[in-house]
């Protein structure tokens, strides 16, 4: 029936949503249309057309393009009821869908063509208007994955440029004469924020990208605005913070040619203050009083501007003036910690190659692990580490490590954790709780670091399991690609059971399926998993097995249930793996998982990490936040 997937996925004791007893009898085409802005687990836009008296549904992680060069995946969900039109509110965390729902744009449509293929229309609403073009990616019919695409152009839009250049000020006194607006400078880094579709991209001067996962969250604020501002980014891995000073491109329209008094007003009634990220103070007016201020919060320039002048991307502007205080600019802290270490922590030999292929050093490394370390920690924090090592290189041996007792440093937290069948009965191990932790770490070349499904507590008690993992690892003859056929398998098993699970690259040929949990035992995690993947071996014996002999792995995926052993570790999310390339243990989409073909789909190196980060955030941040009860097996 129409709504049956609406209604099962939904509770309607604890959700504001509509949720009719009945499926509606009318059918044919409709007219009607709502886009909403959904502040889920991840910010999309859910498109919905009405259609044989339900609203046909997509879910758009970027939202509607604005021109026809523009291509975005649109992921087609269940239908709902024509009450969704009207709807918007907060759905509780825990639910389907939970987080804040508004109304975006609503209205009227035209159908030019639908079939179960492609879908052609023109959206008549206030904010969304033109012809729109939905296509079936899937050629086997079973998927549910659409490209969308504007046909039309809007003449009233200008397109967002992909990148541009910061103006530059010219160096001088404070101007004596005239009318100038001082805007204090905070001697950080100028970039250039190019936000749409509810993500940011930050680029330097040079046009460089630069990793900045700690303002994720200004894309999401910023919704569906297009904008290319320029801005000051201060601070280092652990904390960055972004002063936003002018902006060159707002919703359709280029704004260089306005003078910067109207640029400003335009700057002042975006969304731009956030828990890190706002604008940058400007004084119409004032004079010497800016200056001797700035000096006093040991800030470096000011810079004057011309109220008047435009904004000339790349140039260097006689009517900005820059006036130094007088204070040093900070030292950029990324080129510190890749020199001399991070904190407390030391870097000895940062020049030292140990990726040869790549030309990767140890700087290398650490700046890596610093880049991700507000996204990586959480899934490290509390958990004891063994630690992979490869002193002299990924093309040389490496050795385990568990035990750090006899060169850890004192500031270093360890626990003391049971090693049945290790060489003692216990060890200490690291506990790595923060970016000095990870320096320390990147010091002793271990580049992998392996954590249980379990953490301890402040006195070092071993707290019950709060994960399973499936660890799909493909036999000889298959590859990624096999597990990422099996691991959707998985998905819709555990789902049967109102279970969701979330996928990672292991960093090598394989992938993990992560549950947060909640149980009562150490065993239940193991037991459960185990069943399941038995379960999956009878049900698909030629290309699953649940059984670690290597022999009986040969063109299959094996389903490792027994990393869920308390004594086993998997490696980390966001850990560098010491292969011939420094890929990384990579959180992704289950779009990605499904649109993989190629083995390469699903591979990730530590260059591409910090840019994925920027864009979606932490994709296992659920783990911490959205346990689940596992139901009996077996």
């Known amino acids: 029936m129409p709504l049956d997937e609406y209604r099962r996925k939904r509770d309607p004791r604890r959700t504001p949503e509509p949720i009719p007893g009945d499926d509606p009898a009318v059918e044919g085409p409709g007219h009607r249309f709502v886009i909403q802005e959904h502040h889920a687990r991840r910010l999309h836009w859910d498109v919905r057309l009405e259609r044989d008296g339900v609203l046909a549904s997509w879910a758009v992680p970027k939202g509607l393009p604005t021109d026809p060069e523009t291509v975005r995946l649109a992921v087609r969900t269940e239908d709902h009821p024509i009450e969704y039109l009207e709807f918007s509110g907060e759905i509780p965390a825990g639910e389907y869908g939970g987080g804040a729902m508004t109304i975006w744009d609503s209205g009227t449509y035209e159908t030019e063509k639908w079939n179960r293929r492609e879908v052609i229309v023109r959206l008549s609403g206030e904010r969304a208007s033109g012809r729109f073009v939905f296509i079936r990616t899937d050629r086997d019919g079973e998927k549910d994955n659409w490209l969308l695409r504007r046909s039309d152009r809007d ?32 001697g950080g880094r100028r970039v250039i924020v190019r936000a749409d579709g509810g993500r940011v991209r930050l680029t330097d001067a040079d046009g460089d990208e630069v990793p900045a996962p700690g303002l994720r969250e200004l894309g999401p604020s910023l919704g569906a605005t297009q904008a290319l501002l320029d801005a000051e980014l201060v601070g280092g891995a652990e904390g960055a913070y972004l002063w936003i000073g002018d902006v060159l491109h707002a919703d359709g329209r280029d704004t260089c040619a306005l003078p910067f008094r109207e640029r400003r007003a335009l700057l002042e009634r975006l969304p731009l203050e956030g828990p890190r990220w706002r604008l940058a103070p400007v004084f119409p007016g004032a004079g010497p009083e800016v200056l001797a201020a700035a000096k006093q919060q040991n800030l470096p320039y000011v810079v004057a501007k011309d109220p008047d002048s435009p904004y000339e991307p790349g140039r260097t502007s006689s009517r900005w003036v820059q006036v130094e205080t007088g204070v040093a600019a900070p030292e950029a802290p990324a080129r510190r910690a890749s020199t001399n270490g991070f904190g407390r922590a030391t870097l000895t030999n940062p020049g030292k190659v140990i990726y040869p292929l790549t030309g990767t050093t140890k700087a290398d490394v650490l700046a890596y692990y610093l880049a991700v370390a507000e996204v990586m920690l959480p899934h490290l924090r509390d958990r004891p580490v063994t630690l992979v090592r490869w002193p002299d290189g990924v093309e040389r041996g490496s050795f385990f490590e568990k035990d750090v007792s006899r060169h850890a440093p004192r500031w270093l937290r360890t626990a003391r954790v049971g090693t049945p069948g290790g060489r003692s009965e216990n060890a200490d191990f690291p506990l790595v709780d923060d970016a000095e932790g990870l320096a320390w770490a990147a010091n002793l070349a271990a580049l992998e670091l392996h954590v249980p499904q379990w953490r301890v507590g402040p006195r070092g008690a071993q707290h019950l399991p709060d994960l399973v993992v499936f660890d799909l690892d493909p036999g000889e003859g298959t590859t990624v690609v096999d597990c990422a056929r099996v691991a959707e398998r998985i998905a819709e098993r555990l789902a049967d059971d109102d279970l969701v699970a979330y996928p990672r690259t292991s960093g090598g040929k394989g992938m993990q399926l992560y549950l947060p949990v909640t149980v009562s035992r150490a065993e239940q995690t193991s037991e459960f998993a185990k069943a399941l993947a038995e379960d999956m071996a009878r049900e698909s014996p030629q290309r699953v097995t649940a059984v670690m002999a290597k022999a009986r792995r040969r063109g299959k995926v094996f389903v490792d249930w027994s990393q869920n052993n308390p004594y086993k570790t998997t490696i980390a999310s966001y850990s560098l793996r010491g292969r011939a390339r420094p890929t990384v243990a990579t959180p992704v989409t289950w779009d990605e998982v499904r649109a993989c073909r190629r083995p390469d789909d699903l591979v990730f190196t530590a260059a591409d990490v910090p840019a994925r980060i920027a864009e979606h955030g932490d994709l296992l941040a659920p783990l911490f936040t959205e346990p689940q009860r596992l139901p009996r097996r077996g």
């Open 155 to 186: 003449g009233a839009r200008a397109p967002l440029p992909h990148d541009a250049r910061p103006m530059l000020a010219t160096p001088g006194e404070l101007p004596a004469e005239g009318e100038w607006w001082p805007q204090v400078g905070f």
